[in-house]
């Protein structure tokens, strides 16, 4: 059985490509690993009978979230063995993301470590559920529970993620003037400039993986961070540079050394002050900045 452009099995995946991906990385956090569950969903695909497939959409959402489930549980194998803090790998997306508010809120770099905090369960049901308004039917069947069940689980996962989640909705003109006082204060590496942007409970999160150097926990208060970042901006061995970038459908600056990508920053904004720091370094986790990463609801 071949499948080409034309036929409806390749249609239909094709279709739902986009919102098959945003579906596996909230759960995963990681495109590489939501690659590896959109090929097996595929493979999977191809082998049903469509004649006997009512909703494409809802049926591949089952393959995928299937998929995602086994893959989540062993990458916490992975994560156990990882050295200092595990960030979510950063998309690069368009910037009309961040004027979806609901997409920027469910992908950005904040929530995703909200959801890393949730069982493998519970992480799949509350991302079907919020994120994608999935039935509880539909996702009863994706995760192997009772509809009573799902119910409770997505009940029980709401409370944690509200208790963690950010409060305040920040206009996407409030984010960028905040990413632009950031910018300013990083690249004059003026402290009182600095001060003035970051809240004083500033947390900042920093992931090396072992590979690059970066602080092994997170670092709260904005003197430490103040401290941290100018401390590695003076370790730079080369130019460094910085330009604004739309990160997770939330403002973020990157980092070039001689051109190069070292790394980048995404930040969580409240109240026109920077109250989280998301910091990637690690190369293997940089390879989705120079293209676009097409996420939807939908």
Known sequence: MSHH??????????AHRNLLFTVAYEILGSAADTEDVLQETWLRWVKVDLGQVRDPRAYLIRITTRQSLNRLRSMRRRKEAYVGPWLPEPLLTAPDTAENVELAESVSMAMMLVLETLSPTERAVF??????????????????????????????ARQHVDARRPRTVVSPGEMRAALEAFQRAVETSDLRDLL???????????DGGGVRQAALRPIV????????????????GGTLTTEPTVINGSPALLFRVDGEIDGVAALRIEDALVTGIYYVRNPEKLSRLESETPLTLQ
């Open 127 to 156: 991302v079907l559920r919020e994120a994608f308004e999935v039935s509880y039917d539909e996702i009863a069947a994706a995760v192997g529970k009772s509809p009573a069940a799902v119910r409770q689980i997505a009940h029980r």
């Open 196 to 206: 003035d942007v970051l809240a004083p409970e500033v947390v900042v999160v920093s």
């Open 221 to 236: 208060g904005a003197e430490k961070a103040i401290r941290m970042f100018l401390g590695s901006m003076r370790k730079v």
């Open 5 to 14: 452009a034309g036929d409806p099995a390749t249609q239909a995946f094709v």
